[in-house]
């Protein structure tokens, strides 16, 4: 607005009518980071108040000018800061950088721009989240970092001074991915440099400058991976030529050059993407991973909604059974499934879920056990029912210790409502790490360096096997309504296993649901996790040939009414 509407509005809401007294009101509104002051070519003062305008960014206009886009989500856990907050947040980024030649101001957010650069800062108070970007020219990549940097910095200091009951959660975007087309972009959680240096300290840069891996992608130039604020003529030399090479433009270019960028209102850890840091490492200690809790109000909102989803119960979700055959009477030992037990006991008990389990049964055995299971009485009170099976396995079954089958449709029989009638309605999970290779144990166990295992049918395996399973259950035709079936790997497969460690599947699934079950649907999640273990293993055969094969599981959705399974990691209805 000009400083005359300014000042009149003033004039007409306040008892301010002397000059002098006027510029203490504009003082003030400027000390609390609320009004931006700037000139216009012409000299005249004006004056911007984010919070009251009426227009929103609905796209990044600068993303596909260059090819280099650094960017950092921030999200706001703990007292979430009230809407003024990030406001005063683009406020005080404008009063940073005056320099720029060119400003926009909107509700949502504050766009800078001058020839070398773009940044954008986007919020979005529903969603707690906040977004910095900077694109720029290659040649400008040192000076983009600076800016990202020290933005970044000014931000959570900010926050921190002024809401210190936040928590703010910085997620790094990976500047390589975008630029090669990839649409689920690398994620670095809390990296060291987005922590605001101390007084007298320099900003955070790594020495490192080789170039790095990304995915399938080797010779990264590391200023695509990480700060680096001074690169030599032979480093922008390289760069240049990198991205002359890889840079793919994105497909929603519109016909302005601007990139459609909407900030949307799931939280941005929902954004669930490749993860592969560490693709092959088995040295982490999952069961001592931290649970995201689900924090977004409108999945909150879902909780009582069982038109959409599965109605949850509370304090407990439901009851998980595990079943690990271990220790074959021929065949020897599944060396790494203890793993795999260990980590989904943990992920599952934090979750809220009761945990049972059971090991080295018989083919006999495992169909008592869950005949048992489906018996209790207990599960009248629970909203799901998880089955882990982890065993040797071929096509359309899973052995027990004594090498015996049980078919999968027998197992399917005997959840299903009929024969689970507490679960009538009910959402049942079931998680097989088995091989699918050939019809007996002795075709399916690969004992080498991963040791594997694996099975799964899906719809066309239950009419498959439908003869032998009712053989032993008497039935025809039996209802598949309300499941959820993830399989380690597809038909005449094998699944990949690590002997200190444990399966590439579980480690990736319970990975997943520790970061990302606060938000999306189950279904989703393990959509995701099929993506992970293929892409993953397809990089383990492309370093080791021979060695390895490319493992896709298998996904096999049966849930009615069109209603999805939302876990609610942590939250119960309170609000």
Not at 302 to 330: D, E, V
Not at 499 to 506: A, K
Request: aromatic share 8%; net charge positive.
């Amino acid at each position: 607005m000009s400083e005359k509407l300014l000042h009149h509005l003033l004039i007409t809401k306040t008892s301010f009518t002397t000059s002098d007294k006027m510029k203490v009101a504009v003082k003030l509104l400027q000390s609390f980071h609320l009004l931006f002051e700037m000139t216009d070519s012409s000299q005249r003062l004006s004056y911007t108040m984010p919070y009251f305008s009426q227009e929103y960014f609905t796209d990044l206009t600068a993303s596909r000018r260059q090819p280099v886009k650094l960017s950092v989500d921030m999200l706001f856990g703990g007292l979430t800061p009230p809407q003024y907050v990030y406001h005063q947040i683009s406020v005080k980024l404008l009063n940073d950088l005056q320099d720029c030649s060119e400003k926009a101001v909107r509700k949502n957010g504050v766009e800078l721009r001058d020839e070398a650069y773009t940044l954008q800062l986007l919020h979005d108070y529903k969603s707690r989240k906040l977004s910095i970007s900077v694109t720029s020219a290659c040649r400008q990549i040192g000076n983009a970092w600076k800016m990202l940097t020290t933005s970044v910095h000014s931000t959570v200091k900010y926050v921190n001074s002024t809401w210190r009951a936040s928590k703010i959660t910085c997620i790094n975007l990976c500047a390589h991915c975008p630029l090669v087309g990839e649409k689920r972009p690398k994620r670095f959680i809390n990296p060291s440099w987005c922590r605001p240096p101390k007084d007298g300290e320099s900003l955070p840069m790594t020495s490192d400058s080789s170039p790095g891996r990304c995915g399938t992608y080797r010779d990264v130039p590391a200023c695509l991976l990480h700060p680096t604020f001074q690169l030599s003529g032979d480093e922008l030399q390289k760069l240049s030529d990198f991205v002359k090479t890889n840079y793919k433009p994105p497909d929603n270019i519109g016909h302005s050059g601007a990139a459609t960028h909407t900030v949307g209102t799931d939280d941005v850890l929902s954004d669930v993407s490749d993860e592969e840091e560490d693709t092959t490492s088995t040295s982490e200690d999952l069961t001592k991973l931290t649970l995201v809790p689900t924090t977004n109000q409108s999945i909150k909102s879902l909780f009582i909604n069982t038109s959409k989803i599965y109605k949850m119960t509370s304090p407990f979700r439901g009851r998980a059974l595990i079943i690990n055959n271990n220790k074959y009477r021929i065949g020897g030992e599944r060396l790494g499934s203890s793993y795999d037990v260990d980590n989904t006991f943990a992920l599952f008990r934090k979750m809220g879920f009761e945990v049972v389990k059971q090991k080295d049964l018989t083919a006999e055995g495992i169909l008592q056990c869950i005949q048992s299971e489906t018996r209790d009485e207990i599960h009248n009170t629970y909203g799901m029912f998880f089955l882990f099976l982890f065993a040797h396995g071929a096509n359309g079954m899973i052995h027990g210790v004594d090498s015996q089958p049980v078919y999968l449709t027998q197992i399917y029989s005997l959840i299903n409502s009929t024969n689970f009638p507490n679960m009538a309605g009910k959402p049942k999970v079931v998680v097989i790490q088995a091989c699918r290779v050939g019809n007996s144990v002795s075709q399916t166990e690969q004992n080498i360096q991963q040791s594997t295992n694996s099975s799964s049918p899906e719809l066309s395996a239950l009419r498959t096997h439908q003869q032998e399973a009712e053989t032993s259950t008497g039935q025809r035709n039996f209802d598949v309504d309300d499941l959820l079936i993830l399989h380690s790997c597809f038909e005449n497969s094998v699944s990949m296993k690590f002997r200190d460690g444990g399966s590439l599947l579980l480690r990736i699934l319970v990975k997943t649901l520790y970061r990302h079950a606060c938000h999306p649907d189950l279904a989703e999640l393990f959509d995701i996790v099929k993506h992970r273990v293929r892409k993953i293993s397809g990089i383990m055969k492309e370093r080791h040939s021979g060695n390895y094969t490319t493992q896709t599981p298998v996904v096999t959705n049966t849930l009615t009414g069109r209603r999805k399974i939302y876990l609610f990691p942590l939250f119960h209805g309170e609000w």
